[in-house]
């Protein structure tokens, strides 16, 4: 089946008018690319995604644009990791803001025959490594998915939704176009990311200026994010959370990392500039309240991982409440039953 039979009907109100700009040719061997657009955000909405979309082209286009890519490349492997804990092959899976292909490099033909990658940055998609998966790159926003309902195996995202501007419609977006019986698997940036960060301005702000404004985008909190899989009709959920802490030379270097990686902030309500003397407090702050011994500081990232699976009645279900044989009081039993034997 080619990538064009996939697609939804184009639409002019979904579509971009410029689509035709978008579209290059097929890559030989490893795939090629398509395009399709996004709807215009609406002025309620947190984030400025034309914004987003130039952030990500422009730290795409740096010479030395891969040197940033190790937060990435280190949720792009473990969520690889927890792909692989599924003993099955996908035939078709999707990339939900793949960038320049962090999971895709860690996946195997024994795992995903054929992998779509959508991303909103072009620049992006051009700098996707070749793996030995076939590949379709399509320019797309994450926040309308140009594909047919029940299309893929797998869909995976990688610290991309966090800049999403409607998050349910995201998760039922990418549940319709899954198959029956298909699985998400998805990382994103929980609410203690950066916090040291934000708490620095904060204060340097409130010092200098006598208030603040937000510098870091808002977060979705791990019981919300369970709650809003369950409202988009994913089942079996599972949620786990993990912490990666970076040391940097001083702040103004981990705020050099965030402009490389395409993660500055993009809420239509920042600040549009920040007073050099207030910079200089909050490096001063960061250094005092969260320095170490070698003069480095630390940037915490909080990853939020889940997996959801879109039901199928062939699929095993959890037992009906009071169906249970064995109470949990037993539970001791059995284990002073297990010490006596080992004995």
């Known amino acids: 089946m080619g990538a064009a039979a996939l697609l939804r009907g184009p639409g002019p109100s979904r579509m971009r008018a410029s689509l035709g700009c978008w579209c290059r040719r097929f890559r030989a061997a490893s ?49 690889a990791e927890r792909l692989f804990d599924i003993t099955k092959t996908f035939p078709l899976a999707l990339d939900v803001g793949c960038g320049s292909g962090y999971i895709a490099q860690h996946l195997t033909k024994e795992t995903v025959q054929r992998l779509f990658q959508v991303d909103m940055a072009e620049n992006a998609l051009r700098n996707t490594v070749e793996t030995e ?76 200026e006598g208030g603040f404004s937000p510098h870091i985008s808002p977060f979705t909190d791990v019981n919300d994010l369970g709650h809003l899989l369950g409202r988009a009709a994913f089942n079996t959920v599972t949620l786990d959370t993990d912490e990666i802490q970076v040391n940097y030379p001083g702040m103004f270097e981990i705020m050099e990392d965030l402009q490389g990686m395409g993660e500055s902030n993009c809420s239509w309500n920042r600040k549009p500039m920040l007073h050099r003397e207030t910079m200089l407090a909050a490096a001063a702050i960061y250094q005092e309240m969260y320095g170490s011994n070698d003069g480095s500081v630390p940037a915490t990232f909080q990853i939020y991982y889940m997996i959801g699976w879109k039901f199928e009645e062939s699929q095993a279900r959890p037992a009906q409440r009071g169906s249970a044989t064995v109470s949990f009081r037993d539970l001791a039993k059995i284990n002073a039953f297990i010490s006596g034997e080992k004995k």
Not at 59 to 65: D, G, K, N, T
Not at 169 to 196: D, N
């Open 31 to 79: 795939g090629g690319v398509a395009a399709a657009g996004s709807p215009v955000s609406g002025a309620r909405s947190p984030f400025d995604r034309q914004l987003k979309r130039k952030q990500k082209n422009w730290a795409a286009l740096q010479p030395e644009s891969a040197k940033y890519g190790y937060l990435r490349e280190e949720v792009g492997s473990s969520l």
């Open 133 to 208: 998966i076939p590949t379709v790159s399509v320019v797309a926003d994450e926040e309308f998915l140009p594909f047919k309902d029940d299309t893929f195996d797998l869909v995976v995202s990688s610290l991309s939704l966090h800049w999403v501007n409607d998050l349910p419609r995201a998760f039922k977006e990418i549940h319709q176009v899954l198959k029956p019986g298909g699985v998400f698997i998805g990382a994103m940036f929980g609410g203690e990311t950066l916090y040291e960060l934000r708490c620095s301005l904060q204060l340097a702000e409130l010092e200098r």
